[in-house]
Protein backbone atom coordinates (compact mmCIF):
# COMPACT_ATOMS: atom_id res chain seq x y z
CA UNK A 1 0.00 0.00 0.00
CA UNK A 2 1.31 3.44 -0.90
CA UNK A 3 2.37 5.79 1.99
CA UNK A 4 1.93 8.83 0.16
CA UNK A 5 -0.65 11.88 0.65
CA UNK A 6 -3.98 11.09 -0.88
CA UNK A 7 -5.37 13.98 -0.20
CA UNK A 8 -4.41 17.80 -0.62
CA UNK A 9 -6.47 20.87 0.70
CA UNK A 10 -6.03 24.44 -0.24
CA UNK A 11 -6.42 27.73 1.56
CA UNK A 12 -7.59 30.05 -1.69
CA UNK A 13 -6.79 33.87 -0.55
CA UNK A 14 -2.70 34.11 -0.77
CA UNK A 15 -2.22 30.59 -1.85
CA UNK A 16 -4.56 30.64 -4.98
CA UNK A 17 -5.42 33.89 -5.90
CA UNK A 18 -3.86 37.42 -4.95
CA UNK A 19 -6.79 38.15 -3.43
CA UNK A 20 -8.38 41.98 -2.81
CA UNK A 21 -9.08 41.13 0.46
CA UNK A 22 -6.57 42.99 2.34
CA UNK A 23 -7.28 45.55 0.51
CA UNK A 24 -11.25 45.57 1.33
CA UNK A 25 -10.39 45.56 4.76
CA UNK A 26 -7.89 48.11 4.73
CA UNK A 27 -9.56 50.75 2.27
CA UNK A 28 -13.01 49.98 4.25
CA UNK A 29 -12.08 50.67 7.03
CA UNK A 30 -10.37 54.40 6.09
CA UNK A 31 -13.95 55.01 4.87
CA UNK A 32 -15.14 54.53 8.21
CA UNK A 33 -13.09 56.63 9.93
CA UNK A 34 -12.97 59.30 7.20
CA UNK A 35 -16.69 59.46 7.37
CA UNK A 36 -19.16 57.45 9.81
CA UNK A 37 -16.61 57.08 12.20
CA UNK A 38 -14.44 60.60 12.32
CA UNK A 39 -15.96 61.49 15.89
CA UNK A 40 -13.84 58.63 17.45
CA UNK A 41 -11.03 58.02 15.17
CA UNK A 42 -8.40 60.25 17.53
CA UNK A 43 -9.47 57.57 20.23
CA UNK A 44 -8.13 54.89 18.29
CA UNK A 45 -4.50 54.17 17.48
CA UNK A 46 -5.63 54.15 13.69
CA UNK A 47 -4.34 55.53 10.73
CA UNK A 48 -3.40 55.09 7.07
CA UNK A 49 -0.34 53.81 7.44
CA UNK A 50 -0.82 51.87 10.28
CA UNK A 51 -2.84 49.00 8.89
CA UNK A 52 0.05 47.18 7.24
CA UNK A 53 0.29 44.02 5.27
CA UNK A 54 1.59 42.59 8.65
CA UNK A 55 -0.93 43.44 10.41
CA UNK A 56 -3.22 42.03 7.83
CA UNK A 57 -1.39 39.01 8.03
CA UNK A 58 -0.53 38.25 11.84
CA UNK A 59 -3.96 39.81 12.87
CA UNK A 60 -7.03 39.03 10.12
CA UNK A 61 -5.98 36.57 7.34
CA UNK A 62 -7.34 33.18 7.70
CA UNK A 63 -10.19 34.23 9.93
CA UNK A 64 -13.96 34.03 9.10
CA UNK A 65 -15.21 37.96 8.22
CA UNK A 66 -16.62 38.37 11.71
CA UNK A 67 -13.95 37.37 13.55
CA UNK A 68 -11.52 39.49 11.72
CA UNK A 69 -13.92 42.31 11.78
CA UNK A 70 -12.89 41.79 15.29
CA UNK A 71 -9.30 41.41 15.26
CA UNK A 72 -9.00 44.41 13.29
CA UNK A 73 -11.20 46.36 15.75
CA UNK A 74 -9.61 45.27 18.71
CA UNK A 75 -5.89 45.76 17.12
CA UNK A 76 -6.53 49.49 16.90
CA UNK A 77 -8.29 49.88 19.81
CA UNK A 78 -11.72 50.92 18.36
CA UNK A 79 -14.35 51.87 20.95
CA UNK A 80 -17.90 50.37 21.28
CA UNK A 81 -16.36 47.43 18.94
CA UNK A 82 -19.51 44.91 19.31
CA UNK A 83 -21.70 48.46 18.02
CA UNK A 84 -19.48 48.64 15.17
CA UNK A 85 -18.26 45.25 14.03
CA UNK A 86 -21.17 44.11 11.80
CA UNK A 87 -20.92 47.78 9.98
CA UNK A 88 -17.13 46.88 9.21
CA UNK A 89 -17.71 43.79 8.25
CA UNK A 90 -20.65 44.75 5.94
CA UNK A 91 -18.39 47.37 4.76
CA UNK A 92 -15.61 45.43 3.84
CA UNK A 93 -17.83 42.67 2.40
CA UNK A 94 -19.40 45.11 0.05
CA UNK A 95 -16.20 46.34 -1.41
CA UNK A 96 -14.56 43.26 -1.67
CA UNK A 97 -17.45 41.83 -3.98
CA UNK A 98 -17.07 44.88 -6.06
CA UNK A 99 -13.31 44.57 -6.68
CA UNK A 100 -13.68 40.73 -7.49
CA UNK A 101 -16.45 41.70 -9.88
CA UNK A 102 -14.03 43.87 -11.84
CA UNK A 103 -11.41 41.54 -11.66
CA UNK A 104 -8.88 43.20 -9.25
CA UNK A 105 -7.52 39.82 -8.09
CA UNK A 106 -4.88 37.44 -10.02
CA UNK A 107 -4.43 33.80 -10.07
CA UNK A 108 -0.94 32.52 -8.64
CA UNK A 109 0.71 30.49 -11.33
CA UNK A 110 2.54 28.10 -9.46
CA UNK A 111 -0.22 27.16 -7.73
CA UNK A 112 -2.26 26.23 -10.39
CA UNK A 113 0.76 24.21 -11.90
CA UNK A 114 1.04 22.95 -7.96
CA UNK A 115 -2.91 21.89 -8.06
CA UNK A 116 -3.05 20.42 -11.75
CA UNK A 117 0.18 18.37 -11.16
CA UNK A 118 -0.99 16.52 -7.58
CA UNK A 119 -3.93 16.06 -9.34
CA UNK A 120 -2.58 14.21 -12.17
CA UNK A 121 0.05 12.02 -9.45
CA UNK A 122 -3.26 10.88 -8.11
CA UNK A 123 -4.15 12.86 -4.99
CA UNK A 124 -7.04 14.00 -4.47
CA UNK A 125 -7.76 18.00 -4.18
CA UNK A 126 -10.10 19.93 -2.27
CA UNK A 127 -10.61 23.99 -1.42
CA UNK A 128 -10.81 25.08 2.16
CA UNK A 129 -11.00 29.04 3.39
CA UNK A 130 -12.93 31.07 5.66
CA UNK A 131 -13.99 33.01 3.12
CA UNK A 132 -17.55 33.42 2.25
CA UNK A 133 -16.08 35.20 -1.63
CA UNK A 134 -13.84 32.03 -2.13
CA UNK A 135 -16.28 30.22 -4.20
CA UNK A 136 -16.84 33.28 -6.67
CA UNK A 137 -13.07 33.53 -7.36
CA UNK A 138 -12.81 29.78 -8.18
CA UNK A 139 -15.45 30.29 -10.58
CA UNK A 140 -14.20 32.65 -12.55
CA UNK A 141 -10.27 31.35 -12.98
CA UNK A 142 -10.40 29.26 -16.46
CA UNK A 143 -7.85 26.24 -15.85
CA UNK A 144 -8.45 25.75 -19.43
CA UNK A 145 -6.72 29.01 -20.83
CA UNK A 146 -3.90 28.88 -17.90
CA UNK A 147 -2.68 25.64 -19.57
CA UNK A 148 -2.97 26.72 -22.79
CA UNK A 149 -1.21 30.05 -21.81
CA UNK A 150 1.28 27.92 -19.93
CA UNK A 151 2.21 25.11 -22.18
CA UNK A 152 0.57 22.48 -19.62
CA UNK A 153 -0.76 19.09 -21.00
CA UNK A 154 -3.15 17.26 -18.59
CA UNK A 155 -5.98 14.51 -18.57
CA UNK A 156 -7.78 16.46 -16.25
CA UNK A 157 -8.89 19.52 -17.91
CA UNK A 158 -11.24 19.98 -20.79
CA UNK A 159 -12.08 22.85 -22.40
CA UNK A 160 -14.66 25.74 -20.09
CA UNK A 161 -13.81 23.94 -16.88
CA UNK A 162 -13.20 26.50 -13.73
CA UNK A 163 -11.09 26.05 -10.73
CA UNK A 164 -14.09 25.69 -8.81
CA UNK A 165 -15.21 22.64 -10.71
CA UNK A 166 -11.91 20.93 -10.72
CA UNK A 167 -11.85 20.16 -6.49
CA UNK A 168 -12.74 16.91 -5.61
CA UNK A 169 -14.40 18.65 -2.40
CA UNK A 170 -14.93 22.09 -1.52
CA UNK A 171 -15.91 23.19 2.20
CA UNK A 172 -15.23 27.53 1.45
CA UNK A 173 -17.28 29.45 3.19
CA UNK A 174 -19.00 27.25 5.48
CA UNK A 175 -20.60 28.24 8.65
CA UNK A 176 -18.52 26.05 11.00
CA UNK A 177 -18.52 26.23 14.73
CA UNK A 178 -14.68 26.84 15.07
CA UNK A 179 -12.86 28.83 13.03
CA UNK A 180 -8.82 28.75 12.08
CA UNK A 181 -6.56 27.83 14.27
CA UNK A 182 -9.50 25.16 14.88
CA UNK A 183 -8.96 22.17 12.78
CA UNK A 184 -12.81 21.56 12.32
CA UNK A 185 -12.63 23.01 8.69
CA UNK A 186 -9.82 21.29 7.26
CA UNK A 187 -10.69 17.70 8.84
CA UNK A 188 -14.36 18.37 7.32
CA UNK A 189 -12.09 18.64 4.06
CA UNK A 190 -10.28 15.07 4.59
CA UNK A 191 -13.27 13.46 5.29
CA UNK A 192 -14.98 14.49 2.07
CA UNK A 193 -12.14 13.60 0.20
CA UNK A 194 -11.99 10.35 2.21
CA UNK A 195 -8.85 10.86 3.40
CA UNK A 196 -7.28 9.94 6.46
CA UNK A 197 -5.73 13.48 8.21
CA UNK A 198 -2.28 11.82 8.52
CA UNK A 199 -2.34 11.61 4.76
CA UNK A 200 -3.47 15.18 3.63
CA UNK A 201 -1.57 18.26 3.45
CA UNK A 202 -2.75 21.49 3.85
CA UNK A 203 -1.40 24.06 1.78
CA UNK A 204 -1.84 27.73 3.72
CA UNK A 205 0.06 31.36 3.62
CA UNK A 206 -2.00 32.41 7.40
CA UNK A 207 -0.11 30.89 11.04
CA UNK A 208 -4.00 30.17 11.70
CA UNK A 209 -4.11 28.12 9.33
CA UNK A 210 -0.95 26.62 9.44
CA UNK A 211 -1.76 25.91 13.35
CA UNK A 212 -5.42 24.72 12.18
CA UNK A 213 -3.12 22.48 9.75
CA UNK A 214 -0.86 21.01 12.65
CA UNK A 215 -4.04 20.53 15.19
CA UNK A 216 -5.92 18.57 12.76
CA UNK A 217 -3.03 16.36 12.48
CA UNK A 218 -1.67 17.33 9.31
CA UNK A 219 1.28 18.13 7.44
CA UNK A 220 1.67 21.76 6.71
CA UNK A 221 3.06 23.74 3.64
CA UNK A 222 3.62 27.18 4.38
CA UNK A 223 3.50 29.58 1.44
CA UNK A 224 5.32 32.64 2.20
CA UNK A 225 3.84 35.39 -0.55
CA UNK A 226 4.08 38.35 1.85
CA UNK A 227 7.27 38.15 3.58
CA UNK A 228 6.35 36.01 6.27
CA UNK A 229 8.28 32.84 6.43
CA UNK A 230 9.52 33.07 9.88
CA UNK A 231 6.40 33.42 11.10
CA UNK A 232 4.57 30.29 8.70
CA UNK A 233 8.06 28.35 10.50
CA UNK A 234 6.88 29.51 13.90
CA UNK A 235 3.70 28.23 13.54
CA UNK A 236 4.88 24.63 12.67
CA UNK A 237 5.41 24.51 8.89
CA UNK A 238 6.82 21.18 8.00
CA UNK A 239 7.93 23.60 4.80
CA UNK A 240 7.74 27.28 3.93
CA UNK A 241 8.32 28.01 0.32
CA UNK A 242 8.15 31.22 -1.79
CA UNK A 243 6.70 29.58 -4.84
CA UNK A 244 5.01 25.83 -4.83
CA UNK A 245 7.21 24.89 -7.86
CA UNK A 246 9.95 24.85 -5.28
CA UNK A 247 7.78 21.71 -3.42
CA UNK A 248 9.41 17.86 -4.18
CA UNK A 249 6.84 16.16 -5.77
CA UNK A 250 8.63 12.94 -5.68
CA UNK A 251 8.98 13.16 -1.84
CA UNK A 252 5.22 13.28 -1.71
CA UNK A 253 4.85 9.39 -2.83
CA UNK A 254 6.73 8.62 0.01
CA UNK A 255 4.56 10.95 2.57
CA UNK A 256 6.91 13.00 3.12
CA UNK A 257 7.21 17.19 2.56
CA UNK A 258 10.13 18.61 0.96
CA UNK A 259 11.78 20.76 -1.20
CA UNK A 260 13.39 20.38 -4.44
CA UNK A 261 17.16 19.87 -3.90
CA UNK A 262 16.67 19.80 -0.22
Do not use: C
Not at 55 to 67: L, T
Not at 102 to 125: N, P, Q, S, W
Amino acid sequence: MSTGFQGAIFDVDGVLVDSPHEKAWRESLRELMESEWSDIRDSTTWSPDAFTASVYQQEISGKPRMNGARAALDYFHVPDRDVRVVEYAAHKQAMVIRLIEAGDFTAYADALRYIVAVKDDGIRVAAASSSKNAQLFLSKIRLDTFAAEHGISSPSLRPGLTLLEYFDADVSGRDFAHGKPHPEMFLTAAGLLAVEPERAMVIEDAAAGIEAAKAGHMAAIGIARADDADLLAAAGADIVVTTLDDVDRAALADGRLATTGA
